[in-house]
């Protein structure tokens, strides 16, 4: 059965820290895994990764998958009180998104 | 430009009710899917529609049909609600038929009593 798991589940950090927020596949057909923020209301795309070690960039957030191991990690840098959100990571399986349940991250002024 | 609208915002229906989603995307989309957000169990597909005359089942399509009007509108109908199907409905679409990078509507909270 293709799963996807997130960890971890809830983090709460300081505005300025820096986070990792990470997530583990076990999907048949593996295409590409995906990374997207949950404010309060619509997932919004973030990354999408293909191929192994390459990272992608944007601003603080910064990604990279492991198709080896099986994962990817998304990594926030100088957080600041808009991070707070929900984060979701997808796995693309035979053409499906097989979802994670989220990392809720909370940025304390 | 309004990307993924979809009506109503929030619904409460009571137990053996039918109601229709509606979801509609300005994009010229090929593809527009329907997920359902559960708490800790992030979002599952229901149906989709890889191009417009097409849909077929999700990962969790019992109590659920669809249809896709046209290329812009896509509909989720509950025939007779159950109190399982209390959760938050998504509508989706993407470009590429089946692509990664979908757009989300705002999403229907949906209360089954």
């Known amino acids: 059965e293709d799963k996807v798991v997130q960890s971890p589940l809830s983090l709460v950090v300081h505005e300025g820290d820096t986070v990792t927020l990470n997530c583990s596949y076990e999907?048949?057909?593996?295409?590409?895994l995906l990374w997207y923020k949950q404010e309060k209301k619509a997932p919004t795309f973030l990354f999408m990764l293909?191929?192994s070690g390459i990272e992608k960039k944007s601003g603080r957030l910064s990604s990279i998958l492991d198709k080896k191991e099986l994962f990817s990690i998304l990594n926030i840098t100088a957080t600041q009180t808009g991070d707070s959100a929900v984060y979701l990571c997808a796995a693309n399986s035979n053409y499906q998104l097989i979802w994670g349940a989220g990392t809720k991250l909370i940025i304390k002024p | 430009n309004a990307g993924v609208t979809q009506t109503p915002k929030f619904q409460v229906l009571k137990t053996g009710q039918s109601m229709t989603l509606q979801c509609a995307q300005d994009?010229?989309?090929?593809?527009m899917y329907w997920y359902r957000q559960d708490p800790g169990m992030g979002l599952r597909l229901i149906y989709y529609?890889?191009?417009?005359?097409?849909?077929d089942k999700g990962e969790v399509p019992n109590g659920y049909n669809v249809s896709r009007l046209n290329k812009r509108e896509f509909s989720l109908r509950l025939e007779s609600a159950a109190p399982s199907q209390t959760s938050v409905y998504f509508c989706?679409?993407?470009?590429?038929?089946?692509?990664?990078?979908?757009?989300f509507g705002p999403g229907t909270r949906l209360l089954v009593l």
């Open positions: 529609s890889a191009s417009e005359g097409t849909t």
């Open positions: 999907v048949t057909n593996f295409r590409s």
């Open positions: 994009m010229n989309h090929n593809s």
């Open positions: 989706a679409s993407s470009e590429r038929p089946m692509g990664e990078t979908q757009y």
């Open positions: 293909t191929s």
